[in-house]
């Protein structure tokens, strides 16, 4: 007869999320028919695959195409309406957003008039010394139908235009993305639940944007950009306003501590939106140094964090090259500075390497609807027979198919801290245990 065995598993104390972005991908004839990760040779994140569960993952529902901003706001487990990513970006560059503030994404283009209408010439055409800064001063203030504009600057041509005096989010983009293709009138949304201030909005808007045209055409920077062969940079594009509304923060949520290393204002926004602590990171141009260095950074600090958010940019901006062996690169890169920390992990830990979505490096989509590969490694962990990380090995691991709100609940029980479900130790309902529970004193 079996000798009954204590059980030996040790209980894991955080949870890192390796969070490679854009990583899924579709298969191409130049890569014989397979993915970028497919084809690249990644022996440490096969390794990975090899000693946990894989499966599928979609933030939302299959075949829907998401932005970081929306996949990354599931991934952390809120389904509240989403504050967009204006906002976000305006909190990651340390900007104060007033109640009632409308911040959007703005950058500075190259247009051109044809027949009364305005067409994208070039995207962030290049600009030498201050000049972007100079523009910038150009069109940093507006007022139309009450409603107010102010243009701050990011990163060179990119910046927040801000909309104040009671404006409404509800109206289109005037970014078309697309060299060549016109830019989009700015209109009011159909969903708005103000419709009459939409449309002042949106009137505003195109004012403002028309505006900035005309100023921008008569620059005399421009004059001397026209002599030296340069586009004019003589337009502004908005697009993805955001509004500030409040949710509860991610420990109060999950009951982590939680921290996100990251190097773009999106991630450092969403991240004092729910209340983490931001550890921002520059990118170099070595993106496996870069992910070392950061699961290195995760790694000293493992003490002070139940879950950390380790990001790299760099599949999905090598898918938007479209070109299918720029990606396979940049993940034979990753890989490299994946394979520096696996020796390192313990039991303590539990690691998740996933993308937030698929981002095609063929083809016109901006990103795709496909689900991404991911896999988990660490203490009681089902360890099935994938061999390999990519979009089609993890399909038939144990961990089947993720999807939108799975994600936290999987980290609370992979960390041994999911509630039984009926349990109250404290007078909120929350997915952990324990919960933030009060002693039972007699005095
Ligand atoms: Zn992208």
Known sequence: MKR?????????????????????????KVLENKTPLQAAHTPH?????????NGLFHCNQYGLALPSENAHFAIFGYDEEFPGRGLLEALGAGMTVAPGEIPMLAHFVS??????????????????????????????????????????????????????????????????????????DVLPLK??????????????????????????????LNAARKQRGAFPVNGVVTQRPGVMNHV?????????????????LMYWGL?????????????????GEDLFARLQMA????????????????????????????????????DKGVGKIIDILDDDTILVVTGDHSTPSSGPLVHSGEPVPIAVVGSGVRVDRVSSFDEVSCAGGA??????????????????????QGLMDCPEDRPYWPGRRKPFRLD
Not at 10 to 27: F, M, Q
Not at 45 to 53: E, I, T, Y
Not at 271 to 287: C, E, N, Q, T, W
Request: charge should be negative; glycine fraction near 8%; aromatic fraction near 8%.
């Open 45 to 53: 994140l096969d390794l990975l695959a090899q000693k946990g569960a």
């Open 248 to 264: 509860e923060s991610f420990a109060d949520r999950w009951g982590l501590r939680a921290a996100s290393v990251s190097s773009g």
């Open 399 to 420: 961990l089947g198919q993720l999807r939108h709100g799975d994600f936290m609940y999987c980290v609370l029980n992979w960390l041994d801290r999911a509630k039984l």
């Open 111 to 184: 247009l051109e008039e044809r027949e009364k209408t305005l067409f994208l010439a070039k995207d962030r055409p290049e600009t030498e010394g201050e000049e972007a800064v100079i523009f910038t001063r150009a069109v940093v203030s507006y007022e139309s139908e009450g409603i107010t504009f102010s243009y701050t600057q990011t990163k060179r041509l990119d910046g927040i235009v801000t909309m104040g005096g009671g404006a409404s989010p509800a109206v289109t983009d005037s970014d078309c993305f697309v060299e060549g293709e016109p830019l989009i």
């Open 271 to 287: 991240g004092r939106f729910l209340g983490m602590d931001v550890h921002k990171v520059k990118d170099s141009d070595d993106p």
């Open 299 to 334: 790694l000293h600090q493992k003490d002070d964090y139940e879950f950390i958010h380790i990001h790299t940019k760099t599949p999905d901006a090598a898918a938007h090259t479209k070109d299918p062996f720029n990606k396979m690169k940049a993940i034979e890169s990753l």
């Open 4 to 28: 009954k065995l204590k059980g030996t598993k040790p209980v894991p104390k955080r949870c890192i999320l390796l969070l490679l972005d854009g990583l899924g991908d579709r298969s191409y």
């Open 191 to 220: 969903a708005s639940e103000d419709r009459d201030l939409a449309a002042r909005t949106a009137r505003a808007l195109k004012s403002y944007l028309v505006w900035c045209y005309e100023t921008l055409c008569s620059h005399p």
